[in-house]
């Protein structure tokens, strides 16, 4: 089973509609991430959340909102979609080992708003 | 602002020659760096970090270059191979707490 899941993994919604992104881990991380992609933008951070009570807002937060319901949840919101916010979505976790951080991306969610 | 970038949108080689990835940051704060690998239809696999304590990174047939001086790090596959083939992701973080990705470098291993 994978590590990092997400649901849906593919949407189609229309303009003005509330759509929630959910995010799954097992890995036991405290911190978990909302990265979009955009063609030719990489990645760019929405939200950020290194435990239950904080949560962080990167550097493309406004439009969306999310929810940390317990350690392995972590959930995106688009209160009203707009057509910009067709892209990639990715949750990730993060974990400090050795020395060394790694996060691990789970296999992303498809939105298209129209 | 773009404080990570990857001016090489794509990038060929030819099986068992060298591919040089390189990436360059604008942020001196910045003092931990990672590579990732992506196929389509799947996220970011972490591939090799490295800390601004180093300026070498090895692990096997990857290796990560760090001049801190210029603000500029390169990933080093020896010998590549075609299931190299995929979007390669710079990423820079400062304490390990946001990381900001680069826009990308496409690799194709020619067989």
């Known amino acids: 089973d994978a590590d990092v899941t997400q649901t849906p993994r593919n949407r189609i919604t229309k303009t003005g509609k509330r759509i929630m992104l959910e995010c799954s881990q097992t890995?036991?991380?405290?911190?978990m991430y909302w990265y979009r992609q955009d063609p030719g933008l990489g990645l760019r951070l929405i939200y950020y959340s290194f435990d239950v009570k904080d949560i962080n807002k990167g550097e493309i937060s406004d439009g969306y909102s999310v929810s940390r319901q317990a350690q392995a949840k972590f959930s995106l919101s688009l209160e009203s979609a707009i057509p910009n916010q067709t892209a990639l979505y990715f949750c990730?976790?993060?974990?400090?080992?050795?020395?060394?951080?790694?996060?691990?991306f789970g296999p992303g969610t498809r939105l298209t708003v129209t | 602002d773009q404080q990570v970038k990857q001016n090489s949108p794509s990038l060929s080689v030819q099986e068992g020659r060298i591919s040089i990835l390189n990436c360059d940051y604008t942020?001196?704060?910045?003092?931990?760096f990672l590579w990732y690998k992506k196929y389509p239809a799947e996220g970011p696999t972490f591939l090799i970090s490295?800390?601004?304590?180093?300026d070498k990174n090895e692990d096997g047939r990857f290796t990560v270059f760090l001049n801190k001086s210029a603000k500029h790090l390169s990933l080093h596959i020896v010998p590549s191979q075609p299931g190299d083939s995929a979007v390669y992701f710079c990423?820079?973080?400062?304490?390990?707490?946001?990381?900001?990705f680069g826009t990308g470098t496409s690799l194709t291993v020619i067989p």
């Open positions: 942020n001196s704060m910045f003092d931990y």
């Open positions: 890995k036991g991380h405290d911190r």
């Open positions: 990423a820079a973080s400062k304490t390990g707490n946001q990381f900001y």
């Open positions: 490295i800390s601004s304590i180093k």
């Open positions: 990730a976790t993060s974990d400090f080992q050795g020395g060394a951080y790694e996060q691990y």
